[in-house]
C-alpha cells in the first residue's frame, strides 16, 4: 500500500528511447544515443539501474552494452537478444520472451508480441521483436517497440494501460492513421509518439496526429521533444 502513488517521471530521449525514474530506479528504454541524431544526452551522461529492450535493431540497442558494462544496470531483453549481449561482455542481463511476465525488484515486466523484425547490430540472429508493459507501482506503461497495427493490442489495453508509447513514423512501422486505431484498440489514458523525427523517412507531423488521437479517442495525446518530461 505504501507509495503506491509514487512520481513516475518519464524523459524521452528522441527516437524511442525513453528514461523512466520511478521510486529512485531509473529505467531506460532502447537506448539509442550515439549516432541518433534527435538524441537528448549522451551515453556518458546517463547512469541507468535497468535498460529494456524492445528489438534487436541498432536504432534501438544502441548504446545498452556500453552502458550496461560502465554502469552494471540490469538488461532485460528476450533470451537470443540476452546471449548477444552475453557474448558482448554483458552479464547482468535477464532473458524473457513474448508472453512472459516476471517480477522484478523495480516493478512488473511482461513482454508482448510485436510484428517487426530484431536482427542484432552485426546481423545476428535476436529472436523475436517485442513490446514491454511495465507495472511500476499502480502505473502501467506500455512501449509497442517497432509494430505494425495489430488488432490483439485490443488484449494488451485490457491490462489497463496509462501511458502507451506507440511509433507513428510509417515505413519500418506503423504510421499515424494505424497509431490512431491502435489507440482505439489499447485505450490508454496517454498516447505518447516516437519513431518519427529522426530520419527524413520517417518524419511525421505529431501534432497532426495527437488532433486525431482528441478527434477519434478518449486518450490524451503527450507530444514530448527530446529531453522534454512528462509526469505521472
Ligand atoms: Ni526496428
Ligand atoms: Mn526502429
Redesign the pocket.
Known sequence: MANQTATLEMTFLG??AFQIRHRGQTLLIDPFLTGNPVAAVREEELNPDVILLT?G?A??VGDTVALAKRTGALVVANFEIVNWLSEQGVKNAHPMHLGGQHAFEFGVVKLTIAH?GSSLPDGSYGGNPAGIVLTLGDHKVYHAG?TALFSDMALIGEMGIDVAIL?IGDN??MGPDDAVRAVQFLQPKYVIPC?YQTWDLIHQDANAFAETVREQTEAEPVVLEPGENFVL
Open positions: 527516437h524511442s528489438h535493431h536504432d534501438h517487426h517497432d511509433p519500418f512501422t519513431h
